[in-house]
């Protein structure tokens, strides 16, 4: 690709090899790390992680493998090596990227085999162009690969708005959980697309794919380190208010063959659940979540909630979508609630506090959830409110 060693090829070849060494160790830090070093308090999902280190590890494979090209002199060696190398590319590199974009919606488990049986035209169209030593194929890759990317990230944005959906309606704290930031690795590999179809072979071209790579790497990290583990919902451990109720709920089942059990409970109507139904449940709420103020524990669920109601996940959705919400905005009113209540408790006794302070009282592990979702509710942020409220 180049005619003599510049000062250029060599800060080049230093990316390459910085590229081949952040991939390899983050591969090997997934492989055989336990903990999370980014957040401890953090359980990650365990099939994320293995995908995510195979990816880093064809990445830094992928580094070692192109790098010869680039060096070689005889034009024609080059072409092939880098045929083969873009044959590597659609067989693993372009698939496990997809799989690990995948695996962080943790909604349902979805079948991975689609992606091979996307990208398999991909790998037919290369596999022919290294037999026959020729690029006359590359306006047919190119115009299936933007095809199937556009594809891909249009099921995407489809699916990460399904698994937000999900999230609302069985999680109250929605940190460390939601994954909207992946869509934008879709949007960086749609924009390498489009500069590989007007810059490729040019020095600003290798220098740009080098630094983004290095950039995916590292949020890739980042997120698989901080994403929550969802396949299990554990209760906390030392929650009384939770067992009691829950104990509540098991005596008061086999007291009343009236109270909802997690089998099905009172008859439904057509359209859901019966008017019977739905006015007991929210008289459930009432004396078992707000009387025994459940909604103070963190990273609650629904599940759990369900069961401390004697009913089960299902029909609690349907009782909040035959409300006009969800279990998140409903849990997150009354710790809002709670929270207001207590800054004019300890205004009215003249007590010193901080936002910080009464928001973890009020249920929330993260002040920057809290602010979020106070805004989210009231129209204000968490200072312009106690600004007003002092004052008033």
Partial sequence: MFEHITLDFILLLMLYA?????????????????????????????RLRRWTA????????????????????????????????????CLLTIPVALVVMLCMLQDKRRPLWPVWAAVAPLVIL???????RSYALEPWLQSYFLLASIGFMIYMVFEVRQYGRWL??????????????????????MLLFCYYVVGYG??????????????????????VETLQDLSFQPMADGDIALAEAQRAAAEAAEADDDTLDGDGGRPQSAEGLSEAVILEIGKLLHDRCEGNKLYLQTDLTSVQLAQALGTNRTYLGMYFSRQGTTYNAYINTLRIDCFVRLVREANAAQRPFTAQELAAQSGYRSYRTFSVAFKQRTGQSVTEWMNEEGSA
């Fill in 54 to 89: 195979v990816f880093f590890g064809i990445v830094a494979l992928g580094h070692l493998w192109y790098l010869p090209g680039t060096m070689m002199a005889d034009g024609d060696a080059a072409a092939l090596w880098m045929l083969i190398g873009g044959l590597l590319d």
């Fill in 168 to 189: 609302r309606d069985n999680y109250a704290d929605l940190e460390h959980k939601e994954v909207w930031q992946s869509l934008l690795v879709l949007a960086v590999i």
């Fill in 18 to 46: 910085v590229g081949a060494t952040v991939s390899a160790v983050a591969c090997v830090y997934l492989l055989l790390r336990r903990g999370n070093a980014f957040t401890r308090r953090i359980s990650t999902p365990k």
């Fill in 126 to 132: 290369m596999a022919w162009s290294v037999v026959t």
């Fill in 202 to 223: 040019s020095i600003t071209y290798e220098y740009i794919v080098q630094v983004c790579g290095i950039a995916l790497v590292a949020y890739l990290l980042w997120r």
